[in-house]
């Protein structure tokens, strides 16, 4: 068994929570996590990007003038790639830049990042935070007392809570999610990772099952 320390509102030690070390043994493989990352970022691009065509720029398709007789090049019409303001030859077009990765590899890259995060001392469990009201200086209050205000940071609480995150979304840097959408890209993408003592334990019971 490992346990890990649990710190209150106020940034002191308030005991501390046992879990299986099982999860520690797990092996990290860079390659796979890279490859999550990437698949989390490609997802995300919109991939709208278009430029027109000779057949979409306005403008008549008729001669410019006839072949001969004129002293003048042979030209074509005003909407051919070859003159100014004509259509692109080889323009670019919506193009979807998603791909998937099999669940299981995805759900090995979490936990491989999870490990990565306790290796390295950024996972700091903190006791029930909960809010009557939105307040976002109780949360900010929390992460100075905590020592990593400033700090990219990755709060993850066991279910989603409107009030929250409703007191996380104007912080900068401050990302809110929980237990059960935790994934590779949000441990890589943020420096510190913050879970509530319910959201601990659930992550431990989701990877060592």
Not at 39 to 58: D, L, N, P, V
Not at 112 to 127: Q, R, T
Request: proline share 3%; charged share 25%.
């Amino acid at each position: 068994m490992a346990s890990v320390e649990v710190r209150n509102a106020g940034g002191a030690v308030a005991g501390s929570v046992e879990f299986d070390s099982v999860l520690l043994e797990s092996k990290v493989t860079p390659r796979l996590l890279r490859d999550a990352y990437v698949m989390y970022e490609t997802s995300r691009r919109q991939g709208t990007a278009r430029i027109k065509t000779k057949g979409e720029i306005a403008g008549s398709k008729k001669k410019l003038f006839r072949q001969k007789g004129t002293g003048n090049a042979r030209m074509g019409q005003k909407r051919t790639p070859v003159r100014i303001g004509g259509g692109n030859a080889f323009g670019k077009n919506p193009k979807d830049w998603s791909f998937r990765m099999p669940k299981k590899a995805l759900r090995v890259a979490t936990r491989m990042a999870l490990v990565g995060k306790f290796n390295d001392g950024e996972i700091i469990v903190v006791d029930q935070f909960k809010q009557e009201r939105p307040k976002t200086k109780e949360v900010a209050q929390l992460l100075k007392a905590l020592s990593i205000a400033g700090k990219s940071c990755l709060f993850v609480v066991a279910d989603y809570d409107k009030t929250l995150w409703l007191s996380t979304r104007n912080i900068p840097r401050l990302s809110l999610t929980t237990a059960a959408w935790l994934n590779s890209y949000d441990l890589l993408k943020h420096r510190v990772v913050v879970m509530t003592r319910d959201a601990f334990s659930n992550c431990v019971a989701r990877f060592t099952a």
